[in-house]
């Protein structure tokens, strides 16, 4: 089992920045492939960046460029820097861990967070 813990949300103005962290317990840290999903009401987690054990790092288009995803195996926690936000990246942000090969898809994850919220004004 591995539990995950998200901070960091809040509410910026467009253009700001944001750092999310997830703190995992539980088995050990650094053979998880690691992600975070976002959702808005009524629509389905989107992939937003993930992050391999090895440290390989995939980004949904909407963000590449903006946001840039690391982890931290010494402190087990996974981060994601948010740049220039805009509007439409409001949403509850969530971490997830998977045992297996990296994913981009909610489904293929085992593990996930609470969630924080993001929202940013224009």
């Known amino acids: 089992q591995v539990q995950l813990v998200e901070s960091g949300g809040g509410l910026v103005q467009a253009g700001g920045s944001l750092r999310l962290s997830c703190a995992a317990s539980g088995r050990t840290?650094?053979?998880?492939?690691?992600?975070?999903?976002?959702?808005?009401?009524g629509k389905g987690r989107e992939f937003v960046a993930a992050i391999s054990w090895t440290g390989r790092r995939t980004y949904a288009d909407s963000v590449k460029g903006r946001f840039t995803i690391s982890r931290d195996n010494a402190k087990s926690t996974m981060y994601l820097k948010m740049n220039s936000l805009k509007p439409e990246d409001?949403?509850?942000?969530?971490?997830?861990?998977?045992?297996?090969?990296a994913a981009t898809t909610p489904v293929s994850y085992n593990y996930w967070g609470q969630g924080t919220q993001v929202t940013v004004s224009s």
Not at 36 to 41: A, D, G, K, N, T
Not at 92 to 99: D, E, P, Q, S, T
């Open 29 to 41: 840290f650094n053979n998880y492939n690691v992600a975070w999903f976002r959702q808005v009401p």
């Open 90 to 101: 409001t949403a509850v942000y969530y971490c997830a861990a998977r045992f297996l090969s």
